[in-house]
């Protein structure tokens, strides 16, 4: 039986360019409704698991919102 096609995925903050951390914890912080005092220590402790069974299209959304920002995002 093969194995069926992943609808979840839990989206991880592998690593950030330094330049747009400040962009990212914004964005972060929007997407996740977190406080900013969260959010900086969300983005500052990566690698840091965002979020857990996220549904596939807006796990694609979120990761690629984060990427165009400088991020390096992982779906698992």
Do not use: C, Q
């Amino acid at each position: 039986m093969p194995a069926a096609d992943k609808t979840h995925f839990d989206i991880e903050l592998v690593k950030f360019d330094p330049k747009g951390k400040i962009k990212i914890i914004k964005e972060v912080r929007a997407l996740f409704g977190l406080g900013l005092k969260e959010a900086k220590e969300t983005v500052e402790s990566a690698p840091k698991w965002l979020k857990k069974e996220v549904g596939k299209a807006e796990a694609e959304e979120m990761k690629e919102t984060l990427e165009k920002l400088g991020a390096e995002v992982r779906l698992a």
